[in-house]
């Protein structure tokens, strides 16, 4: 039973536009929430992450919300850039499970020039 | 440089041979996994160690084991039993459990059965 989702496989932005990429959680116990960015054939890199006890947390260009009461977390990357495009996994854990990390199915970012 | 390897990057096994992938860190760090990509799939978890001579199955344990003999290296063998063992498998590992944290990948191994 997927307890992570993005429910868009897909997005396509312009460059120097906004991307919002969206993640539901089903489990209540995650207090831990982490964005990853993956090209193909290659291990996911970690982007921005966030802890259940706060709402909001930023770096750069992204930033990323946390709705508790929604079970929802996007990632906001601000200017997108071309250099960009990959898929973006949302994660989650939670610490009675030795923190391994519950993933999305991802969403393919692709900005266009 | 501190990471984690995986090796090898491309592997082909004739169907009902055991294969074993490995995984090694030099980042000292506690927490080691296992997880598996299939196409249109995220990333799900097979295995993973949070202290050498300890490992926890993970949503897809069947057809596969580990061990964690030493805390660099958290080899993960696929069995004939997996059924489908084609798939792109990442490892990563953590540091110490006692608090969440992100975790660091390596680059995969694409395991092919033919």
């Known amino acids: 039973d997927q307890q992570v989702k993005q429910n868009s496989p897909s997005l396509s932005v312009q460059e120097g536009r906004i991307s919002i990429l969206n993640c539901d959680y089903t489990?209540?116990?995650?207090?831990?929430f982490l964005w990853y960015k993956k090209y193909p054939a290659e291990g996911p890199t970690f982007l921005i992450s966030?802890?259940?006890?706060?709402d909001k947390n930023e770096d750069g260009r992204f930033t990323v919300f946390l709705n508790k009461s929604a079970k929802h977390l996007s990632l906001h990357i601000v200017p997108s850039q071309p250099g960009d495009s990959a898929v973006y996994f949302c994660a989650a854990s939670r610490a009675n499970s030795g923190y391994a990390l519950n993933f999305g199915k991802g969403t393919s970012l692709l900005v266009t020039p | 440089d501190g990471g984690i390897t995986q090796s090898p990057k491309y592997l082909f096994r004739k169907e009902g041979q055991n294969v074993t992938l490995s995984c090694e860190q030099n980042?000292?760090?506690?927490?080691m996994y296992w997880y598996r990509q299939d196409p249109g799939q995220g990333l799900r978890l097979i295995y993973y160690?949070?202290?050498?001579?300890?490992?926890q199955k993970g949503d897809i344990a069947e057809g596969y084991s580990v061990s964690r003999e030493k805390k660099e290296s958290f080899p993960l063998t696929v069995t004939s039993a997996q059924k489908n063992p084609t798939a792109f498998y990442l490892c990563?590992?953590?540091?110490?459990?006692?608090?969440?944290?992100?975790?660091?990948f390596g680059q995969g191994t694409r395991l092919t059965v033919v």
């Open positions: 160690s949070q202290i050498v001579n300890d490992f």
């Open positions: 489990n209540s116990m995650f207090d831990y």
């Open positions: 980042l000292n760090h506690d927490a």
């Open positions: 966030i802890s259940s006890i706060k």
């Open positions: 990563a590992s953590s540091p110490p459990t006692v608090m969440n944290t992100e975790a660091f």
